[in-house]
């Protein structure tokens, strides 16, 4: 059962998980070893719509891969941490750092491995295909599984709870 929250004005970093969250958690490795993953484009645009807030948006992955750095790039993003053996002491280090209280702190995951900062932080979300344990824990559900609109739904929800959203809006309806 999820806790729903709908405000959160303390709100300050959000950290995205990539594989099973910006991506469908599939890992496309080829014969010389490249790998590639698919992202959706709306997920992209909506963490733009973050950073654009003044947001501090990161991507924190256990994985290791030039595809993440280079999509991040594209959408925005300086924080990445990739290659990351233990989320949990990642994020201590990330509050201890920026004198962010975990009440300020949102993460969005899928697995067990994002357990940790799910249970720690203000704002714990996940994709609707998320592990069982974490869907427990998950204060935002979103309705589409990870790589298919996941993340935007999650943005969006973000950026209501703060308020933002009608000046988002306003600014495409100006034009």
């Given amino acids: 059962m999820t806790r729903a929250l709908t405000k959160f004005p303390d709100l300050k970093w959000i950290g995205f998980d990539i594989d099973g969250v910006m991506t469908d958690g599939g890992i496309i490795i080829n014969d010389q070893g490249s790998e590639s993953k698919r992202f959706n484009s709306r997920d992209g645009h909506g963490v733009k719509m973050l950073v654009r807030s003044g947001l501090r948006v990161a991507i924190v992955t256990g994985r290791r891969s030039n595809v993440v750095e280079l999509r991040a790039r594209e959408i925005g993003i300086t924080e990445v941490h990739q290659k990351v053996q233990d989320k949990l002491v990642l994020y201590k280090e990330i509050l201890a750092s920026s004198g962010l209280r975990p009440e300020e702190t949102a993460f969005a995951g899928d697995d067990i491995v994002d357990l940790p900062i799910l249970v720690r932080c203000g704002l714990a979300m996940c994709p609707a295909d998320a592990v069982p344990e974490v869907l427990d824990v998950a204060h935002f559900v979103s309705r589409s ?31």
Avoid: N, T
Wanted: hydrophobic residues 45%.
């Fill in 145 to 175: 599984a990870g790589g298919h609109g996941a993340a935007r739904e999650m943005v969006e929800h973000i950026l209501k709870g703060l308020g933002f959203w009608p000046d988002i809006m306003a600014r495409y309806l100006e034009k």
